[in-house]
Nanobody, 120 residues
Framework: QVQLVESGGGLVQAGGSLRLSCAASGSIFSMNAMGWYRQAPGKQRELVATITSGGSLNYADSVKGRFTISRDNAKNTVYLQMNALKPEDTAVYYC??????????????WGKGTLVTVSS
């Protein structure tokens, strides 16, 4: 199995910054695409940013220019640097990773989520 541990959420004032981390461990052969999603109260979960194993990036329009996704393959970790935060960024942020396990099954895993609250 594969475990994901997220960290870095919290309370920040508008205009501030936070950095989220998501570390994967367990039966990992290789890490494929990694990403961050978020779910605000009363809303559906939405894509924030993704990064492929080759380094291709994709961002939601609402975060372009403010958020940066990156990965450290040696640490099986994906990061989300969030700058110029706005109250509308308040949500639970979930990491998502597609893993090729050591048994060669390709499986999608979700983290448990970390809460980001941006005060105005």
């Amino acid at each position: 199995q594969v475990q994901l541990v997220e960290s870095g959420g919290g309370l920040v004032q508008a205009g501030g910054s936070l950095r989220l981390s998501c570390a994967a461990s367990g039966s990992i052969f290789s890490m494929n695409a990694m990403g961050w999603y978020r779910q605000a109260p009363g809303k559906q979960r939405e894509l924030v940013a993704t990064i492929t194993s080759g380094g291709s990036l994709n961002y939601a329009d609402s975060v372009k220019g403010r958020f940066t996704i990156s990965r450290d393959n040696a640490k099986n970790t994906v990061y989300l640097q969030m700058n110029a935060l706005k109250p509308e960024d308040t949500a639970v942020y979930y990491c998502n990773v597609r893993v090729t396990r050591r048994d060669f099954y390709v499986v999608n895993y979700w983290g448990k989520g970390t809460l980001v609250t941006v005060s105005s």
